[in-house]
């Protein structure tokens, strides 16, 4: 049994060969990954059946169990989603703003893997693939982390990747699966060999992750999506973008939990968008002045400007103006995904400009703050923190930049 | 007196007023700063001889002495850069990579300012305007700690970025400046109203503001920078690129600190250089092979191939081929600048590939790793971290982007 300081150097010491691994070689082990999903499946169940057995006898939730659960189905959609990335242009080794400069040297930026990723999560096995697959197609090797109670899927499906690793005659050690929580610690201590921690889960999770890294860590806090509906909204719209960002999946971060409306239209839009909300099971908390337009909503409190109900639950709240809107996305958001209804030129210009968040809209679903929808295909999470990546994380976002430098003999003066 | 949360808390307050504020605006507060500069070089110089009468009273030593010291070219030298500065584009507010998804919403990235950066630096106190004018240009609110063996030059020429911001309408508190000690750890701590910490100054501050941070830092660590003289070199441009990377500035972190000479070329190469170097006062430390050639020099202990002499030193190694250099590099390197000086096709282009460097050359000086050779304009320091930036960092790496999505009622099917 290797230490975790022994493991993260193995990672270290592999991952130069996927820096030098081709684009065919790396999508090789892709394909080979998605290939032993499929031949695998049988003893996938088995191993994961192992887990969903000890999370009975541990009487864990239906919830935690639901997310550990594969079955065949799940199974062919994570090796689908393999084959999306194999799809994906490679990110790796492109030259860009190549230039020469005034004393004859060509200078670009050359994009290179960051090197070795840590990421931390909890029950979901499929993230043992998804982001072992997003880490190999960057060439970064990746230190994977899992929750206890998937110990048994968590393995099969790590040792799967290093198969096909070692398939294309790339070293096993890109991938390294590490499984108690005791050595979570000794992980975020290795700012040596580990360059970037993810951790992905609940808010606990990603706040002792931060609190304890000497490593840098990218948050993908909560996401407290909020849609401004302006005085001058073509009110149809907005009631199509706010009937869809709550209710298309309300479970995910980029589903709305709050709306502001402007109070000249709230007289006549508020009751009409309630009615279709109640329609469709959702359950209304407002402040005072949605109450004197429909009566019988209940209270929003302080705590629930600041919840992400990930929930058929909305809070409203009605705005005297856009700056009012704004200053209450300023003290409650989240930093991201806020949208504005509005036909208003000046007013979409200057929402879009005063919002910090990661995704800024306009007359658009806040579901949109999607990797897929804008255009960088699979991703491992969405960001919330400013630094190196905002908003949603696709393989760009798992690489940097190095200069690169061509000269013919060139010195300083 | 506020404390430092208040005061931090503050900066992040005025910062969307900079955010909103206009280039033209933001040059007139630069152009404000060169000004003041000028007109207040006497009382600058008062500030100053107090810090430096201090500075001679407490012992300090020459050099701390001398970093502290302003003089009227110094304060037209700074005068000069903030003029560059104004000169460069403004990197906030522009869209790139605009285009319309199947979807049919636009989406484009707008770069944005990273918000509140702090700047833990130490003697110089020409650091207040440089990093100042950088961060205003670049709408960011700037937490400034200097040395407390600055502190009135410190105090002085903070005022006066506040002053320049007061003249243009724009907060004060833009800029905030800290002087002691004991407020650094708090300062680390101050995650909800500051972005990123870079640290400018020894190792040894570095590692503390590393190890005490919950807020993001860039390090710039230091450069322990390689030049290879592959087998194929013209040996006349390697002894040229040599002797400018070591002696044209020895002090700076992109100079030369160890040279690594293909053995085939060793017997003709080695001799020429030391006697060149060494007419130029350099001091050569090297290997048992390199001894054999030049049998005078003395011997490099493992310690050298560490250390970052900033000094008239240069350790010298002779290697079996390049495979051996990259490998010296990845052992003792410190991911600054390498430069490998060829004429082999293969060889120039597997070292760049190879090698990962924030700046990687061929036939050329390693002393270009600067921001302004680079391209990049003036520049705050030189990241060794692969998160956010690497490499020397400008305006633009002191900006992230945010996704704007313009829509006309578009909804997620």
Redesign the interface.
Known sequence: MSTVEELCLAARKAQ?AL??ASTGQKNAVLTQIATLLRERTPSLLIENQKDLDAAKDAGLSGAIVDRLRLNADRIAQISKGVEEIIALPDPI?GISQL?T?P?G?R?GR?R?P??VIAMIFESRPNVVIDAGALCLKSANAVILKGGKEAKHSNLALATLLSDALEAEELPRKAVVLLQERSEVNTLLEQ?NTV??VIPRGGEGLIRYV??NS?I?VVQHYKGVCHLFIDESA?LA?AS??A???KT??PGVCNALETLLIHEAVAEEFLPAITKKLRALGVVLRGCEKSRSEVPDMDAASEEDWHTEYLDLILSVRVVEDMNQAIQHIDTYGSDHTE?IVTTNYQR?HEF???I??????????T???DGS???LGAEIGIST????A???MGLNELT?????????????K
Chains 1, 2 share one sequence.
Request: net charge positive; aromatic share 6%.
């Open positions: 130069p820096a030098m080794g230039e400069r004393s040297i200078v050359m290179i960051l090197g700012a360059d970037l931060t609190n000497r840098p073509d719209m199509r973008i009937v869809n960002a298309q999946r949208s979409a879009v400009a005063r910090p968040s990661s995704a800024v809209m306009v007359n658009a679903s579901r949109f703050n929808q804008l255009g923190s400013r630094l190196h905002f908003g949603p940097t930049s190095k200069f690169v430098i061509y000269g013919d003999g060139n010195v300083r």
